[in-house]
Protein backbone atom coordinates (compact mmCIF):
# COMPACT_ATOMS: atom_id res chain seq x y z
CA UNK A 1 0.00 0.00 0.00
CA UNK A 2 1.45 3.15 -1.11
CA UNK A 3 1.54 6.69 1.04
CA UNK A 4 0.07 10.10 0.24
CA UNK A 5 2.81 12.53 1.40
CA UNK A 6 1.85 16.21 1.71
CA UNK A 7 2.94 17.47 -1.47
CA UNK A 8 0.53 15.10 -3.38
CA UNK A 9 -2.23 16.00 -0.87
CA UNK A 10 -1.44 20.13 -1.76
CA UNK A 11 -1.82 18.79 -5.65
CA UNK A 12 -5.14 16.98 -5.39
CA UNK A 13 -6.79 20.09 -3.60
CA UNK A 14 -5.18 22.63 -5.82
CA UNK A 15 -6.32 20.58 -9.06
CA UNK A 16 -9.94 19.70 -7.16
CA UNK A 17 -10.26 23.59 -6.18
CA UNK A 18 -9.33 25.05 -9.74
CA UNK A 19 -11.83 22.23 -11.52
CA UNK A 20 -14.57 23.44 -9.25
CA UNK A 21 -13.59 27.17 -9.75
CA UNK A 22 -13.61 26.53 -13.70
CA UNK A 23 -16.96 24.92 -13.61
CA UNK A 24 -18.55 27.16 -11.55
CA UNK A 25 -16.89 29.84 -14.48
CA UNK A 26 -18.52 27.80 -17.09
CA UNK A 27 -21.99 27.48 -15.53
CA UNK A 28 -21.81 30.89 -14.04
CA UNK A 29 -21.09 32.85 -17.86
CA UNK A 30 -24.06 30.44 -19.78
CA UNK A 31 -26.20 31.79 -17.28
CA UNK A 32 -25.41 35.51 -17.36
CA UNK A 33 -24.87 36.17 -21.53
CA UNK A 34 -27.76 33.22 -22.13
CA UNK A 35 -25.96 31.94 -24.83
CA UNK A 36 -27.94 30.29 -26.93
CA UNK A 37 -27.47 27.48 -28.99
CA UNK A 38 -29.15 27.45 -33.21
CA UNK A 39 -31.51 25.33 -33.27
CA UNK A 40 -31.60 22.95 -36.40
CA UNK A 41 -34.42 22.78 -38.56
CA UNK A 42 -35.97 20.69 -41.37
CA UNK A 43 -35.05 21.86 -44.55
CA UNK A 44 -37.22 23.05 -47.28
CA UNK A 45 -37.34 24.79 -50.01
CA UNK A 46 -38.94 27.80 -49.20
CA UNK A 47 -35.99 28.73 -46.72
CA UNK A 48 -34.12 29.53 -49.72
CA UNK A 49 -35.77 32.32 -50.59
CA UNK A 50 -34.76 35.58 -48.96
CA UNK A 51 -37.05 37.86 -47.27
CA UNK A 52 -38.47 39.91 -44.14
CA UNK A 53 -41.60 38.94 -43.39
CA UNK A 54 -43.76 40.72 -40.28
CA UNK A 55 -45.76 38.66 -37.94
CA UNK A 56 -47.24 41.95 -35.95
CA UNK A 57 -46.26 45.40 -34.70
CA UNK A 58 -42.78 43.88 -32.77
CA UNK A 59 -42.49 40.22 -34.23
CA UNK A 60 -40.24 39.53 -37.89
CA UNK A 61 -38.82 36.44 -39.57
CA UNK A 62 -35.59 36.49 -41.97
CA UNK A 63 -35.22 34.25 -43.73
CA UNK A 64 -31.28 34.89 -44.61
CA UNK A 65 -29.61 33.25 -47.95
CA UNK A 66 -25.70 33.02 -47.60
CA UNK A 67 -23.83 32.45 -51.50
CA UNK A 68 -20.42 33.79 -52.28
CA UNK A 69 -19.83 36.69 -51.27
CA UNK A 70 -23.30 38.07 -49.77
CA UNK A 71 -26.20 38.03 -47.39
CA UNK A 72 -29.50 38.01 -48.84
CA UNK A 73 -31.38 39.98 -47.39
CA UNK A 74 -28.25 42.50 -47.25
CA UNK A 75 -30.13 45.26 -45.36
CA UNK A 76 -32.85 44.53 -42.60
CA UNK A 77 -34.96 47.38 -41.33
CA UNK A 78 -37.05 46.45 -37.93
CA UNK A 79 -38.40 48.79 -35.39
CA UNK A 80 -36.81 48.82 -31.65
CA UNK A 81 -38.04 46.14 -29.55
CA UNK A 82 -38.20 43.80 -32.56
CA UNK A 83 -38.06 40.18 -31.81
CA UNK A 84 -36.58 38.62 -35.05
CA UNK A 85 -36.38 34.88 -35.90
CA UNK A 86 -33.46 34.33 -38.22
CA UNK A 87 -33.46 31.41 -40.23
CA UNK A 88 -30.16 30.83 -41.78
CA UNK A 89 -28.66 28.70 -45.00
CA UNK A 90 -26.42 28.75 -47.78
CA UNK A 91 -26.92 28.29 -51.75
CA UNK A 92 -23.00 26.76 -52.24
CA UNK A 93 -20.74 26.44 -49.39
CA UNK A 94 -20.57 26.61 -45.82
CA UNK A 95 -20.82 30.27 -44.67
CA UNK A 96 -20.98 31.75 -41.60
CA UNK A 97 -23.39 34.42 -39.22
CA UNK A 98 -22.11 36.22 -37.25
CA UNK A 99 -23.43 39.05 -35.35
CA UNK A 100 -21.39 40.23 -32.81
CA UNK A 101 -23.53 43.29 -31.04
CA UNK A 102 -26.51 40.07 -30.48
CA UNK A 103 -23.94 37.24 -29.25
CA UNK A 104 -25.58 35.40 -32.48
CA UNK A 105 -22.66 33.00 -34.25
CA UNK A 106 -24.00 29.95 -36.20
CA UNK A 107 -23.19 28.85 -39.14
CA UNK A 108 -24.90 28.94 -43.03
CA UNK A 109 -25.04 25.43 -44.66
CA UNK A 110 -26.14 23.71 -47.47
CA UNK A 111 -29.55 22.24 -47.08
CA UNK A 112 -29.71 22.50 -43.99
CA UNK A 113 -31.15 25.65 -42.05
CA UNK A 114 -30.41 27.07 -38.63
CA UNK A 115 -32.76 29.22 -36.48
CA UNK A 116 -32.36 31.75 -33.77
CA UNK A 117 -34.52 34.43 -32.13
CA UNK A 118 -32.68 37.90 -31.54
CA UNK A 119 -34.28 40.74 -29.56
CA UNK A 120 -33.25 44.17 -30.92
CA UNK A 121 -33.95 46.32 -27.49
CA UNK A 122 -31.71 49.56 -28.84
CA UNK A 123 -31.53 51.36 -31.78
CA UNK A 124 -28.69 51.55 -34.25
CA UNK A 125 -26.74 49.19 -37.33
CA UNK A 126 -25.67 45.46 -36.40
CA UNK A 127 -23.82 44.08 -38.55
CA UNK A 128 -23.53 40.62 -40.09
CA UNK A 129 -19.95 39.07 -41.33
CA UNK A 130 -19.26 35.97 -42.29
CA UNK A 131 -16.89 34.31 -39.96
CA UNK A 132 -15.98 31.03 -41.63
CA UNK A 133 -14.10 31.26 -45.08
CA UNK A 134 -15.48 30.95 -48.49
CA UNK A 135 -13.24 31.91 -51.35
CA UNK A 136 -11.65 34.87 -52.36
CA UNK A 137 -14.56 37.23 -51.53
CA UNK A 138 -15.23 36.45 -48.11
CA UNK A 139 -13.73 39.90 -46.70
CA UNK A 140 -16.41 41.93 -48.25
CA UNK A 141 -19.69 39.37 -47.02
CA UNK A 142 -21.75 41.45 -44.98
CA UNK A 143 -24.91 42.87 -44.21
CA UNK A 144 -27.16 44.58 -41.87
CA UNK A 145 -30.09 44.88 -39.58
CA UNK A 146 -30.98 48.43 -38.91
CA UNK A 147 -32.94 49.35 -35.73
CA UNK A 148 -35.81 52.31 -35.32
CA UNK A 149 -37.07 52.41 -38.88
CA UNK A 150 -40.25 52.08 -39.64
CA UNK A 151 -40.39 49.63 -42.79
CA UNK A 152 -39.69 46.51 -42.33
CA UNK A 153 -37.46 45.43 -45.71
CA UNK A 154 -36.04 47.60 -48.45
Known sequence: ?????????????????????????????????????????????TYETPKVTKLDDSTY?????????????????????SEVDFFVTSKDVVHGFNIPLKNVNMMAVYGNVNKTTVKFEKPGVYNITCHEYCGVGHQSMEAQVIVNYPTATK
Open 61 to 81: QVFAVAQMWQFQPSQIYIPVG
Open 1 to 45: MSVIDQTEKKVFIVTGTLMCLFLFSVLYARGKYKSDVPECIPYNK
